[in-house]
C-alpha cells in the first residue's frame, strides 16, 4: 500500500462537517469493520516505514536551528518508535466495544424502560505541535470511540503528518468505504477559523506548549480538553531507599525529558536527607552523571551553596534540567505540589506503606504514583493502547484519555405507547435494573431482536434458526452468544425433566426475569409466551 498524500482544498467547515457524517458512518457498521481499519493502519504503517522515515528526516533536516532542542527531539521518528506506535493501535483494536456501552437500566414504569449507554462524543479537533507519532495514536482512538476528527499538525511536521494522514485514509476508505472521517488541516491561518466552529467542532484537544494551550482557550467557544504545564514532582519520603529513589529520579527525567511527564522538581525531606551521610550528595551525582544540570530552589540553596539557584519556583523545563528543594515533612511537600505544580504527575519514594497511601490519598493530582517513575503516566504505558492527551482538567476527562475519555452519554427510552398526561398516564417505578452484559439492544439492532424472537417467542427451541441468526451477526457480543446457547440448553433441559417427571407434555411459561439483561430488556412489560417441546 502506497502512502497518499492528501491536498487540502475544502474549507474548514467544510472539513468539520464532512467528519460528523463520516463518523455516524462508522458508527453504522459493524465492530469487526472498525476493527479491521485500526489493523490494516497498523500494518500500513509497518510496510511504509521507510517512506515515513525519509518524510520525517526532510522535516528534522529543514527545522534543525529554526526549533528548540525539546520541539526537535519530539518531532523525531525512529523504527522502533513507530514499531511501538502499531503495536498500539493493535492494542486498541482489540479492546472491548466502546459505543453502546449500557452503564444503566431503569423501569420508569411497567413497560417502560430507559438505558443509559455510552456515546461517541461527536467531532473532535486535536492541534499539535511537532508530534508526528501523535497522529496515528489520534487517529485510532478516535475510529475505535467512532468520533469524526480534525488534524492541525505543526509545520515542521508537515511532511511526516502527510505521509502518516495519507496511509490512515486510505485505510478507513478500503477498510469501510468511508471518505472524510480524519480531516488533515495544513494551514495555519486555518487555526481561528476552526476554533470558532462551535457549532460544528465539539471539542478540541491542544498538545503543545502553554502558550499554544492558552491561546486555544482563549480563543473559543468550544470546550477544551488537556494541559497547559506538565510540572511533575518526585517527593523522596524519610523511608525512601537510597537505590530506588536515585533510579526513579533519574528515569523520571532523563527517560524522555521534554515529555509532559517528565519530573521537573525532586523535593527531598530533610528526615531523608539527614537519615544518611551523604545521601542528597549521591542523589545529586547520580542525576549529574546521567546529562541532568541539578537547580536548587531556596532552601536547597542555602544547604547545599554549590546549587545553582532555579530560575523560578514553579518552571518547566522540558531537557535535562531539575530543581531540587528540601523540605520539612510530607505535609509541607503536598502544599508544595499544590501550590507550584500543575496537577499532571505526582511521585512519592517511601518503603513505609502508610505514608504512600496517605500521599495517594492527599494529593490531587491527575496521576499520582508511589515507587514508580512519573515516565508511567500515559496512555500506552497504563494500557490504554495510546493517548490524546493527559487531562488536567477536572471535568469530563482526567489523567491519560484514552477511548473512554473521547465517549459521552446519550439515553434511549423504549415503551409501548405510554402517555405523560401531566403524570397520571403512568404509574411510575423508577426501578433499577441488572445491566447484565452491558450492551443495549437497541447498540445490536435487528440481528440481537432476532436473536430474543429465537429464544423466547418460538413456539419450540429451534437451535438452526438461532445458529443461522449467530452466523449472520459476527457483531453480537460472544458474551450474548453463549448466554444464548447457555439459555436454549437449561430450557431444553427443564422442559425434558418436567416430561420426564409427569409423563406428558408441559407448557413453559417464560418470564422476563433471566440471567441476561440483553435478553431481559427485551421482555420487560410484555406478556410471557409459552415455550412447548415434544
Known sequence: ??????????????????????????????????????????????????????????????????????????????????????????????????????LSRMELADGLVLDKVTSPIGVLLIIFEARPDALPQIAALAIRSGNGLLLKGGKEAARSNAVLHGIIVECVKKEAGIEGLIGLVESRDDIDKLLGLHDTIDLV??????????????????PVLGHADGICHVYVHGSG?????????????VDYPAACNAVEKILVDEAWMRGGQGRVDKLIAALQGAGVTVHGGPRAVREIPSLPPASSVRIEYSSLDVTLEIVKDMDEAIDHIHANGSGHTECIVAQDASAGEEFLKKVDSA????????????????????EVGISTSRIHARGPVGVEGLMTTRYLLRGHGQVVQKDTGVTYTHKKLSTGGGVSEGCLGASGRRLDQALVRNSRINYSS???ILSESPQLPMARVRWATFEMAAFGFLVCAFAFLLGRHVPMATTAMVGSSDLAYSRTGAKSESLETT
Open 205 to 222: 484537544i491542544p498538545r503543545g506548549s502553554n502558550a499554544l494551550v492558552s491561546y486555544i482557550q482563549e480563543n473559543t467557544k468550544i
Open 241 to 253: 531507599e537510597p537505590g530506588m529513589v536515585e533510579g526513579i529520579c533519574v528515569d523520571s527525567k
Open 367 to 386: 496521576c499520582v504514583l508511589w515507587n514508580a517513575s512519573t515516565r508511567f503516566s500515559d496512555g500506552y504505558r497504563f494500557g490504554l493502547g495510546a
Open 1 to 102: 500500500m502506497a502512502p497518499l498524500k492528501q491536498k487540502q482544498t475544502a474549507t474548514p467547515r467544510e472539513l468539520a462537517s464532512a467528519a460528523r457524517i463520516a463518523a455516524r458512518q462508522l458508527n453504522a457498521v459493524s465492530t469487526s469493520k472498525r476493527t479491521s481499519i485500526l489493523y490494516a493502519i497498523a500494518d500500513g504503517i509497518e510496510s511504509n516505514t521507510a517512506a515515513i522515515l525519509d518524510a520525517n528526516r526532510e522535516d528534522i533536516d529543514a527545522s534543525k536551528g529554526k526549533i528548540s532542542d525539546a520541539l526537535l527531539q519530539r518531532l523525531i521518528l525512529k523504527p522502533q518508535k513507530l514499531a511501538q506506535l502499531a503495536a498500539g493501535i493493535r492494542a486498541i483494536a482489540e479492546q472491548d466495544e466502546p459505543i453502546g456501552k449500557l
Open 466 to 468: 438461532v445458529m443461522n
